[in-house]
């Protein structure tokens, strides 16, 4: 079975470009989720989506937001970039909410 | 303050001794604690999970335990091989409707021959 997989795996942008990421979860999950990795800080949520929906949120800017289509694929965008959102974004698909497969993740480099 | 603290931040073992990496959070209500492994340059791969009721939880070489009470858990590794020098992350979740997620910043294991 197919693993998580994400596009692009890097992407430069400059300060002000919004940004598309994409995610294609595991066949059958319909939950993905969406952290940002930075050294400073770590693992941090962005957003959860089951079924379409918004199901959590963490604690992001407005300019961080989602969407997920109905064969469970999932899209995450970023406006008005700033130099703090260079970071590698993981996504993570699963069945069961407490056991999650993570792709390999979209550095993404801010100049 | 981050509600979770892994400790410590980083160490160099020998192949094949153990060692063990210590996760202490402030999260409650709890739900569950996971323990994550991420080798460089890719996602991170579940571990263990453990609830409230679970004080021990194991995954190959991997052993990990839980103190609900003092709100502690550690993760044993037996036997160290190269293949596990990555960085370990713990995640506790709360129990509130939403599931709140708090993240360590990881353990950085290097296992040296």
């Known amino acids: 079975k197919a693993g998580v997989t994400q596009t692009p795996r890097y992407l430069i942008k400059t300060r002000g470009q919004q940004v598309t990421l994409s995610c294609s979860p595991i066949s059958g999950h319909r939950s993905v989720s969406w952290y940002q990795q930075t050294p400073g800080q770590g693992l941090q949520f962005l957003f959860e989506y089951f079924s379409e929906t918004q199901r959590n949120k963490g604690n992001f800017?407005?300019?961080?937001?989602?969407?997920?289509?109905?064969?469970?694929?999932?899209?995450?965008?970023?406006?008005?970039?700033?130099?703090?959102?260079?970071?590698?974004?993981?996504?993570?698909?699963?069945?069961?909410?407490?056991?999650?497969?993570?792709?390999?993740?979209?550095?993404?480099?801010?100049? | 303050k981050n509600q979770v603290e892994q400790s410590p931040q980083s160490l160099i073992i020998l192949e094949g001794k153990n060692c063990t990496l210590q996760c202490n959070y402030t999260v409650s209500p709890f739900s569950n604690l996971r323990w994550y492994k991420q080798d460089t340059g890719r996602g991170p791969v579940s571990l263990t999970i453990m609830t409230f009721s679970e004080n021990t939880k194991s995954n190959g070489r991997y052993t990990a335990t839980l103190d609900?009470?003092?709100?502690?858990?550690?993760?044993?590794?037996?036997?160290?091989?190269?293949?596990?020098?990555?960085?370990?992350?713990?995640?506790?979740?709360?129990?509130?409707?939403?599931?709140?997620?708090?993240?360590?910043?990881?353990?950085?294991v290097v296992v040296i021959p």
């Open chain 2, 68 to 108: 609900a009470d003092t709100k502690q858990s550690s993760l044993h590794i037996t036997a160290s091989q190269l293949s596990d020098s990555a960085s370990y992350i713990c995640v506790v979740t709360d129990s509130y409707g939403n599931n709140r997620l708090a993240f360590g910043k990881g353990n950085q």
């Open chain 1, 61 to 111: 800017p407005g300019r961080f937001s989602g969407r997920q289509f109905s064969n469970s694929r999932s899209e995450m965008n970023v406006s008005t970039l700033e130099l703090g959102d260079s970071a590698l974004y993981l996504c993570a698909s699963s069945l069961d909410p407490a056991w999650e497969y993570f792709g390999p993740g979209t550095r993404l480099t801010v100049l």
